[in-house]
T-cell receptor, first 112, second 114 residues
């Protein structure tokens, strides 16, 4: 069945370093991808999205890369800050049904 | 712009009791979602509404869960009777028109069944 998964469940980085969070998806019909940040006790917060007609999109300190050939998605966070500590989820969406499917999540821990 | 509002934030009930969660989406958002998030996992869609109609309820345990959005705005999710495995965060979310539109989440309603 369709699924979205993450390569690493936890990631620990030093403050100021760049972070890379990876995600694999298996539904080739997925054409819209979203990254969410979830802090403890809060709901998921939209970070950035990308559509399948793009392979890169940049936001403020964040960049999402999409490789449709290998069905891989990554989130890059530049100059990681303690406030970036959270669980990060990738999610995929397809216009065949429109259901948003989440992966398990990666916990990012930023060391001062 | 006000976000997605949910209540109550926390609820503890005994198994076999009932509970109801309320959600008010962002103004103007036609699509409303209820997700269940078990600790350590990603959110799982329970039901999706477009205005007051159900778009997808394929993963809603209909023998105990029900949801409604009678006037196409607020929504209520009910669990009756609750089981221990229903302990989770129930997230309400909304988007302008569904697929391809940003989905915004509320803070969630934390349910513990004892």
């Amino acid at each position: 069945g369709e699924s979205v998964g993450l390569h690493l469940p936890t990631l620990s980085v030093q403050e100021g370093d760049n972070s890379i969070i990876n995600c694999a998806y298996s539904n080739s019909a997925s054409d819209y991808f979203i990254w969410y940040k979830q802090e403890s006790g809060k709901g998921p917060q939209f970070i950035i999205d990308i559509r399948s007609n793009m392979d890169k999109r940049q936001g403020q300190r964040v960049t999402v890369l999409l490789n449709k050939t290998v069905k891989h998605l990554s989130l890059q966070i530049a100059a990681t800050q303690p406030g970036d500590s959270a669980v990060y989820f990738c999610a995929e969406n397809s216009n065949q049904g429109g259901k948003l499917i989440f992966g398990q999540g990666t916990e990012l821990s930023v060391k001062p | 712009e006000a976000g997605v509002a949910q209540s109550p934030r926390y609820k503890i009930i005994e198994k076999r009791q009932s509970v109801a969660f309320w959600c008010n989406p962002i103004s103007g958002h036609a699509t409303l979602y209820w997700y269940q998030q078990i600790l350590g996992q990603g959110p799982k869609l329970l039901i999706q509404f477009q205005n007051n109609g159900v778009v997808d309820d394929s993963q809603l345990p209909k023998d105990r869960f029900s949801a409604e959005r009678l006037k196409g705005v607020d929504s209520t999710l009910k669990i009756q009777p609750a089981k221990l495995e229903d302990s989770a965060v129930y997230l309400c979310a909304s988007s302008f028109q569904g697929y391809g539109n940003t989905i915004y989440f509320g803070e969630g309603s934390w349910l513990t069944v004892v």
